[in-house]
């Protein structure tokens, strides 16, 4: 059977279309060409530079069609398909015999020429363009497109970590409409490597959405033609200016010196050796440091985009100790700890000043090499031991690199917040209904103390609730619009970020976890927020409530929910933990507990669990119930029962246990889960 991403079909004609049949296809397709061209270009060009690259690229392919070709070069053409000619189309353009894809019924070749022009230059952008080229020239002025929501950053997020060519085949399936055997033919002609790659790809970032990827890509957060603009740092521009003038004198006077000293010794004088790596890893002169304005105009909001803030950042002694602990670790003086799964090795390269100054009398560093954070704190009045806590961040994001813990004494903490979040609050999660308290942040960005629970004090009662207590963040829109998201303290360097799945509705698509700021979010977060207390200390990074399913009780007793809590740690690992949500019930009940897995998350998307319950009545019932896409369950053992779709209610007076098995629409089956009889503890 040929596969669908096969490359037969008809072409196009690859002859250059004339300059005015290619201006006008330009002029009618160019907000069409320069998104496409937005889409392709890496996003490590920063969003400023990628939106003007992208008008540069379009308005470029002008410049292949004013150069028309000689008479005679090309090849012979047949019927239904023709070919590129025997002369040279620029770097990465294909060799003779190379085919375009078929245009659309009413396409014009020009705008179908056009867009194969824009696709291969924008795979293989040049470093800089050529002087005599069109590129748009902005001075003192940052461009960037307007924010979208959630579902764009997390679209955005995708696509930066995907290869060009498969943004490539994702914006020409999905904006321009071809076919996928013609998109493959198309970027097989841009020089891409394996095309039926790129195509699967892009199809799995569209499966992994959830929600209509077109729209989204058509929507402002990916136009580069409607931007908002904001002057860089005018301060900065004239300091700049100032210093470039006094360098160019001071350049004119060394070459000067420096040739005369050549001609003088005849030998060039020797390069100094290189310093080690552990002299250069605790050298504070050497510190990585991200300029101010760098988060809002770059692709990878997270800890890398941080600037170093603080009053200590200058404080030469305070860094080179953090910098000499953590290269030499635990011992005499330092304590040190390590959150599950995090490699206590000093770091390989100089890492990134994050934070620096005295938070609550103590010295505090805040250092990131990349994948790990560190945090140095020390007494100020030297009296008992430094600490030392490292922490995994690797693949942080706009949320779970919003804030860290700068320092937590009893029952509170402050925080050091991201430079991008522009409001902060605090709340109680088992107070749904009451409002937010403003939280009072320094121009460094440390927050106002925020009440720490901590569920090991000591004599707290065991299973009591702690850690109930949340941040409420948003961020600036400068990066993201109406976007607010909670943060848990679980103990930790950073706060695990809480998110929400709300039960599916009639006929509705599938739901993706959303932040859980709105009425419905805080008021199912109230119902867990004592199931928070057992992961402190776990090295959680986020927690979905996915509430997956709603069952309509016997005798007219109200509706149940069915709830998958979803654990994500820093380390990879994941666990999934099932309740059972019945009215009148004081606290959600456990059904059944998984460790290492990938259940309730993006690649388990399927579930069933099962429990008895028993009515007001006295009598007793087995309920199950399964995620939406469940088409039937069965259950044996004590209980010989069946139904139709993903609910089933069986009336008993078994207590023993029983095996569930759900069926999915390709006819496989789903194993329940159960824990019977009675609940287990949660993790």
């Known amino acids: 059977m040929p596969s669908r991403h096969a490359l037969p079909g008809a072409a196009i004609s690859a002859h250059r279309p004339a300059r005015e049949a290619a201006e006008a296809a330009l002029v009618e397709h160019y907000p069409a060409l320069v998104r496409l061209a937005h889409l392709v270009l890496p996003p490590a060009l920063g969003r400023h530079r990628r939106v003007l690259a992208a008008h540069a690229l379009v308005q470029n392919s002008l410049t292949e069609a004013a150069r028309r070709p000689k008479p005679g070069t090309h090849k012979a053409v047949t019927p239904g398909a023709e070919t590129y000619g025997t002369e040279t189309h620029g770097a990465g353009a294909p060799s003779a015999g190379a085919s375009l894809p078929g245009q659309r019924s009413g396409e014009r070749p020009a705008h179908a020429w056009l867009r194969a022009t824009v696709v291969r230059a924008a795979l293989r952008p040049p470093r800089r363009f050529p002087p005599a080229s069109p590129l748009p020239l902005v001075l003192g002025l940052r461009l960037f497109p307007r924010a979208g929501g959630t579902d764009e950053l997390a679209l955005d997020r995708a696509l930066a970590e995907a290869a060009p060519e498969t943004r490539a085949a994702l914006a020409l399936r999905i904006l321009e409409g071809l076919p996928a055997d013609a998109t493959a033919r198309l970027l097989a002609a841009a020089g891409a490597a394996d095309p039926a790659a790129a195509l699967r790809a892009a199809e799995r970032i569209e499966a992994a959405s959830g929600t209509d990827v077109g729209a989204l890509l058509r929507s402002a957060e990916f136009d580069p033609c409607t931007v908002h603009t904001r002057p860089t740092d005018l301060l900065r521009r004239r300091r700049r200016t100032r210093l470039a003038a006094l360098a160019g004198a001071l350049l004119l006077v060394t070459a000067g010196a420096a040739v005369t000293a050549g001609v003088r010794a005849g030998t060039e004088p020797e390069s100094a050796a290189s310093p080690s790596v552990r002299a250069r890893t605790t050298d504070p002169a050497v510190l990585l440091r991200t300029p101010a304005d ?105 949320t779970t690199g919003a804030a860290v813990v700068l320092t937590r004494t009893a029952g509170r903490a402050r925080y050091l917040l991201a430079p991008w979040i522009a409001d902060a609050a605090v709340r109680d999660l088992r ?186 009545s006295g009598a007793r019932y087995l309920l199950a119930a399964g995620s939406r896409r469940l088409t039937g369950v069965t259950a044996e053992g004590a209980v010989t029962a069946a139904a139709r779709g993903p609910l089933l209610t069986a009336r008993t007076t078994a207590t023993g246990p029983v095996r569930l098995t759900g069926r999915l629409a390709d006819a496989s089956a789903l194993p329940g889960l159960t824990t019977f009889p009675g609940p287990t503890a949660l993790p």
């Open 294 to 398: 760098r988060w809002a105009d770059t692709s990878r909001v997270d800890l890398t985009a941080w600037p170093a803030r603080g009053a200590g950042t200058r404080d030469t002694a305070l860094l080179r100790r953090a910098l000499e602990t953590w290269a030499r670790g635990a011992g005499d003086g330092v304590r040190r700890t390590a959150t599950p799964g995090t490699s206590v090795s000093p770091p390989a390269e100089p890492p990134r000043l994050l934070f620096a100054g005295r938070v609550d009398g103590a010295g505090v560093v805040l250092l990131h090499d990349g994948r790990r954070l560190a945090r140095y704190a020390e007494p100020r009045d030297g009296r008992g031991p430094a600490a030392l806590d490292l922490a995994r961040t690797d693949d942080a994001d706009v």
């Open 431 to 616: 107070a749904p209904g009451t409002a937010a308290r403003p939280l009072d942040v320094t121009p460094d960005g440390v927050t106002a103390p925020v009440p720490y629970d901590d569920p090991y004090t000591p004599g707290r009662a065991p299973g009591a609730c702690a850690g109930a207590t949340a941040l409420q963040l948003r961020s600036s829109t400068r990066i993201v619009e109406d976007h607010a998201f909670l943060l848990a303290d679980l103990g930790e360097l950073t706060p695990a970020h809480l998110t929400w799945t709300p039960p599916p509705g009639t006929d509705a698509p599938a739901r993706a976890p959303r932040e859980a700021t709105g009425a419905r979010g805080l008021a199912a977060w109230a119902r867990s927020a004592c199931s928070l207390a057992p992961l402190h200390g776990t090295g959680v990074r986020s927690v979905n409530r996915w509430e997956y399913a709603e069952q309509p009780l016997p005798e007219r007793a109200g509706r149940a929910l069915w709830v998958c809590s979803r654990v994500e740690t820093w380390e990879g690992s994941g666990r999934a933990a099932v309740s059972f949500e019945a009215p009148g019930d004081p606290a959600p009940r456990p059904v059944a507990e998984l460790r290492d897995t990938a259940a309730c998350g993006r690649f388990g998307q399927h579930v069933l669990a099962g429990t008895y319950w028993t009515a007001p």
